[in-house]
Nanobody, 128 residues
């Protein structure tokens, strides 16, 4: 069973950048749909980025498109989220999630219930 461990969160000023990492322990991300979600205080869990299992195509929520980028290392066991031009509205706990059952694709990826592995999250705070 794969375990996901996020890192890279922190405090940054508006306009700054952070890179989050999600390491897979016990497996690689081969054949997994991988996503980043975030949850701000008092709000629901928002899917912000996805990398498909079959062809590594990437997708983004409108709220982060053009500012965030998801990528994966060649070894296949770490996924990154590069976050640029950060805004106070990006403040949230960020989670990586993995789908090993083939339930996620270009249309379904924002639905958090489809993922069967989750990390514990990393806090990102953007100050104005």
């Amino acid at each position: 069973e794969v375990q996901l461990v996020e890192s890279g969160g922190g405090l940054v000023r508006t306009g700054g950048s952070l890179r989050l990492s999600c390491a897979a322990e016990g497996a690689t991300f081969d054949n997994y749909g991988i996503a980043w979600f975030r949850q701000a205080p008092g709000k629901g869990r928002e899917g912000i980025s996805f990398m498909a299992a079959n062809d590594a195509s990437t997708f983004y929520a409108d709220s982060v498109k053009g500012r965030f980028a998801i990528s994966r290392d060649n070894a296949g066991n770490t996924v990154y989220l590069q976050m640029n031009s950060l805004e106070p509205e990006d403040t949230a706990v960020y989670y990586c999630a993995a789908d090993s059952r083939g339930l996620t694709d270009w249309a379904t990826w924002p639905n958090w219930v489809l993922y069967n592995f989750w990390g514990r999250g990393t806090q990102v705070t953007v100050s104005s």
